[in-house]
């Protein structure tokens, strides 16, 4: 069964630190660019952060650009989201997609529409 399973997310304090897990299976982890995206409630999906297949290439969205950092084990089918210098702005549900096209060579701002498989996703809350 193709399935990406989120956690790690919880309640941290203004300036804290979390870190996301997004853990694959069902299919070949490697060979696919994922993405971490996010969503406040009443708000639409925003994207934050895509890493190509071989983890070299990284992009973020300029709001978390130096506070947050995306990696992956594919020995382990996991992606990371290191959130540092948390804000209330980064409270959300955080969600990580497979990109149905596969990997790219150049991480960028992929098309939401572009993912076909997400997960349950994590709460973030961030108390100030």
């Known amino acids: 069964q193709v399935q990406l399973v989120e956690s790690g997310g919880g309640l941290v304090q203004f300036g804290g630190s979390l870190r996301l897990s997004c853990v694959a299976s069902?299919?070949?982890?490697?060979?696919?660019?994922m993405t971490w995206v996010r969503q406040v409630p009443g708000k639409g999906l925003e994207w934050v952060s895509t890493i190509n297949g071989g983890g070299q290439s990284t992009s973020y969205t300029g709001p978390v650009k130096g506070r947050f950092t995306v990696s992956r084990d594919n020995a382990k089918n996991t992606m990371y989201l290191q959130m540092k210098s948390l804000k209330p702005d980064d409270a959300a549900v955080y969600y990580c997609a497979r990109y149905f096209g596969g990997d790219v060579r150049t991480a960028s701002q992929l098309r939401l529409g572009d993912h076909d498989i997400w997960g349950q996703g994590t709460q973030v809350t961030v108390s100030s």
């Open positions: 069902g299919f070949t982890f490697s060979r696919y660019a």
